[in-house]
C-alpha cells in the first residue's frame, strides 16, 4: 500500500462528482484535504488553507487509501450525551408513571378530568 496519497490514483471526476453531491462543509474540507495534497501542497500548507488541525488532516489522509472517496464522504455520528443520570431518568420515569396513574384513578373515581 503506498504512503502518500499522490502515489495512489486520484479520480478528478470522481473527486468533482462527491464534492457535488455533499454540501455539508466538513465533507467538503475532507475532500479537499485529499485534493489538495495530490496536488503538491506541503502539509503545513494544507493545514494552514483548510484550517483544520494536523491531527484532522492526518485522519483524512490516513482514510482515503483504505475507503477512497466514499469512507470519507461517510457521516460523523457522534454519540449522543445522555442529559439525565440514570438516577434522574429513573426518577422522572416514576414521577410521569404516578401522574398518569393518579389521572387515570381521578376519573375512575370522579368521572371526570383530561
Same mark, same amino acid.
Given at each position: 500500500?503506498?504512503?502518500?496519497?499522490?502515489?495512489? $490514483?486520484?479520480?478528478?471526476?470522481? #473527486?468533482?462528482? #462527491?464534492?457535488?453531491?455533499?454540501?455539508?462543509? #466538513?465533507?467538503? /474540507?475532507?475532500?479537499?484535504?485529499?485534493?489538495?495534497?495530490?496536488?503538491? #501542497?506541503?502539509?503545513?500548507?494544507?493545514?494552514?488553507?483548510?484550517?483544520?488541525?494536523?491531527?484532522?488532516?492526518?485522519?483524512?489522509?490516513?482514510?482515503?487509501?483504505?475507503?477512497? $472517496?466514499?469512507?470519507?464522504?461517510?457521516?460523523?455520528?457522534?454519540? /449522543?450525551?445522555?442529559?439525565?443520570?440514570?438516577?434522574?431518568?429513573?426518577? $422522572? /420515569?416514576?414521577?410521569?408513571?404516578?401522574?398518569?396513574?393518579? /389521572?387515570?384513578?381521578?376519573?375512575?373515581? $370522579?368521572?371526570?378530568?383530561?
Amino acid at each position: 500500500m503506498p504512503n502518500k496519497i499522490s502515489d495512489l $490514483f486520484f479520480d478528478e471526476s470522481l #473527486y468533482s462528482s #462527491y464534492y457535488q453531491k455533499y454540501q455539508q462543509e #466538513y465533507i467538503r /474540507k475532507k475532500l479537499k484535504t485529499i485534493k489538495i495534497d495530490v496536488e503538491g #501542497y506541503k502539509f503545513s500548507e494544507i493545514l494552514g488553507i483548510l484550517e483544520i488541525s494536523d491531527k484532522t488532516a492526518r485522519k483524512h489522509i490516513k482514510t482515503y487509501p483504505s475507503g477512497g $472517496f466514499e469512507l470519507l464522504c461517510k457521516k460523523t455520528k457522534r454519540p /449522543k450525551k445522555e442529559s439525565l443520570t440514570e438516577t434522574q431518568r429513573l426518577s $422522572f /420515569k416514576e414521577v410521569v408513571i404516578k401522574k398518569v396513574l393518579l /389521572k387515570w384513578v381521578w376519573r375512575v373515581i $370522579f368521572g371526570q378530568g383530561k
